[in-house]
């Protein structure tokens, strides 16, 4: 069943375009403070731009070298036309590195729809929804006229049942994952995750469905060996779109139970309040969700790291990084003294799309040992 959810992901290219050609029209979002459930309600396929193994060839020659390696990553596949499937592109503004590769990817691909919407960054204060929904009508309103449809209320609250499903299926399935003994690893939870980024909403809710009653009702088992004795993990930090990565920690002899980043729990945390406006409830939505290190106030998100560890009794922290990601490496040593102050033991991971095997599995091992001293 896992292997299901693997192949979409690693065949994520191959199926957009078979896609393209039954006529669905595809939009590539990269950051997930873009509003999916409005791309959903047009009947396009939302899909999140990802980065892979390929060193990049091409996009180093667009901007300098601090640019943090999923950037460049992500960039350098545009350029290569991997992503030439695409109808459009959106991007709601989180951070400087993203914000330049929407601009180059924009500018080299002219006939591409492309819409930037403007996110607060203080999502607190009243005027941050009215401002936001603004600007979510704005992007309705563009959409509409690229695609040539009409999105409707009935389609946009459709879209929010759909995605609220999802997020509670999703939900549903870390749960299992922080069980003694877990039916499940860390690494498949992630590879189901991202398989649903890069696929139709609705089939991924019903391959979920399967997977779930496979793992609730038929008592199955993913993973062959017991993490009964394992030492738990937490996972902080940014984008983790290889579950190799994951894998290669657990392999160390650990289970990786719980986890904030961007693709993981602050994904499908929240769902969306029902209101009188399905517009209103989508920006609410956004706002409400666990925040990233780019949006303020922070303590939120502190909040539901610490009890997401005190409750999924968790061992370690692993602090993991992109290279060159500012937002995140700017919150480390705030983070590293709070960890400390609550007596859990972490450690920084800085990783890119090339990433080193041997050196992961190393600096996770390291980390096991301190926690079992």
Known sequence: MIDNFYERLNNRHQLAQQWRTEGRKIIGYICNYTPEEIIYASRAIPVRIMS?????????????????????????????????????LVYAYACDHQRGIFNIWARNKPDLYVELIDMPSRIDLPEAKR??????????ASLQKALKVTITDEALWKAIEIYDTHRSLLRRLYELRSRIPSPIWGWQVLTVLLAGMVMPKEEHNNLLRQLLQELEESNLSYAPRSPNGQIRLMIVGSEVDNPRVYQLIEEAGAIIVA??????????????????????????????????????????????????????????????????????????????????EKGLISMV???????????????AEALIERIGE
């Open 259 to 340: 986890d904030d980043i961007c693709n993981g729990s602050r994904y499908i945390w929240e769902d969306t309040p029902r209101g009188e406006d399905p517009m209103e409830s989508i920006a609410q939505r956004y706002l409400n969700k666990v925040p990233c290190p780019v949006k303020h106030p922070p303590q939120r998100r502190y909040n539901h790291i610490l009890e997401l560890a005190e409750h999924l009794r968790v061992q370690g922290i692993i602090i993991l990084h992109q290279k060159f990601c500012d937002p995140h490496e700017w919150e480390y040593p705030y983070l590293n003294k709070l960890f400390k």
């Open 131 to 140: 401002f936001y929904t603004q600007e979510l009508r704005k992007f309705q």
């Open 52 to 88: 892979d193994q390929t060193p990049p060839s091409i996009a180093d020659g667009h901007f300098q070298s601090f640019y943090c390696a999923f950037s460049r990553s992500c960039l350098d596949q545009a350029l290569r036309g991997e992503y030439d499937y695409l109808d459009g």
């Open 349 to 363: 991971l800085e990783i890119d799309p090339n990433f080193s095997e041997e050196e992961i599995r190393t600096q």
